[in-house]
């Protein structure tokens, strides 16, 4: 690891500012990815910014009857929050199958946010990388890709987007709530806050330099049959292959009156396709959910380790669709 300067924020402004005019500089919340990623070389912040004591750890009722959730709430306290598991259960579960207790009690709800790809390739340096050297190439197209992109990648890159919380916030409609250097404030959409990776991989969100998440806020409860299915390689401490959250009104007969659904595991962002969920809608039966899986999987292409993605998607959806029309 590369020495770095430490400094202790007293305010989110006096944070914002203090990375947004030191080239290098990095907020630190919980560490879980940063720490990792220093140590390997893959970050190498010069000056690290510590925002743990700002009153970001607060989850707070709105105006509105939605949460505003603190950049800093940890995953733990969050999922284990009873408005969050009464009214938001798809985030709860969503967190309680990422990583392991322990991790969950550091991580932060802005450190989620801002995951970085699990990809192979990134994390070794001795690897040509175009999210951590641009112009250096992939080295996952041609190589060994099996938990890689299979719609929204690019030609200069086909990582995934590794969060389990993203996902929900996605199905729930999230907004990030942010503080810029010179004081204004931002309220960013989910579907918003991540980039797809076209030609500058290296940029995965809309952040300016030295923005700083303060809080995500989750509109009123919508209710529903609320399901995240995850699948992985082994039952815990591992990262989608592919997940699914679902927010389904089903009336008594099974018929589907509404639903929301976001994927993870398929492209660097919460993957939603508004066509598929209205084809849940307007459909009916087996029929209907083949056209919802047809819509999420439009122009999917696989990459010879990762070609298993493209029916996999299909059966999850099937599978997570049977469940919540159950009568």
């Known amino acids: 690891m590369k020495e770095f300067t430490f400094q202790r924020a007293a305010s989110p402004g006096e944070a914002a500012s203090a990375v947004a005019n030191r080239p290098g500089a990095k907020f630190i919340g919980g560490g879980t990815n940063l720490l990792d990623l220093a140590k390997l070389e893959v970050e190498t912040p010069t000056h690290v910014v510590d925002v743990n004591r700002l009153g970001l750890d607060k989850i707070e009722d709105t105006a509105d009857g939605g949460l505003r959730i603190g950049a800093s709430v940890r995953n733990s306290d969050l999922a284990a929050d009873m408005r969050v598991r009464r009214d938001y259960a798809v985030l709860s579960r969503a967190l309680l199958s990422g990583a392991t207790g322990q991790l969950r009690n550091k991580a932060t709800t802005a450190g989620n946010l ?10 070794d340096v001795t690897k040509p990388c ?28 086909i990582a995934t987007n590794p969060s389990d919380m993203c996902v929900a916030m996605r199905a729930l409609d999230a907004k990030v709530e942010t503080l810029q250097a010179d004081g204004g404030t931002r309220a960013i959409p989910m579907e918003d806050f991540h980039r797809l990776p076209g030609s500058t991989p290296e940029i995965e969100t809309v952040l300016k330099p030295g923005e700083l998440i303060t809080a995500v806020t989750l509109p009123k409860p919508v209710g529903g049959t609320q399901i995240y299915r995850k699948v992985r390689d082994r039952a815990s401490y591992a990262f989608a292959l592919v997940s699914v959250a679902a927010i389904v009104h089903a009336d008594p007969g099974g018929r589907i009156r509404q639903a929301r659904l976001a994927f993870g595991g398929l492209a660097l962002k919460p993957w939603r396709v508004p066509e598929a969920e209205a084809a849940l ?38 599978s997570v669709v049977a469940d919540v029309t159950k009568a």
Do not use: M, W
């Open 114 to 123: 801002l995951q970085r790809t699990r990809c192979y390739y990134f994390y």
């Open 130 to 157: 175009n999210k951590r050297e641009p112009g250096s190439g992939c080295s996952a197209i041609g190589g060994f890709n099996r938990i890689h992109a299979i719609v929204g990648a690019s030609d200069h890159c």
């Open 281 to 318: 809608v307007d459909g009916g039966g087996a029929a209907a959910v083949e056209t919802a899986a047809d819509e999420v999987l439009r122009g999917a292409r696989g990459f010879g380790s990762n070609d298993f993605k493209i029916p996999l998607t299909r059966r999850t959806l099937r």
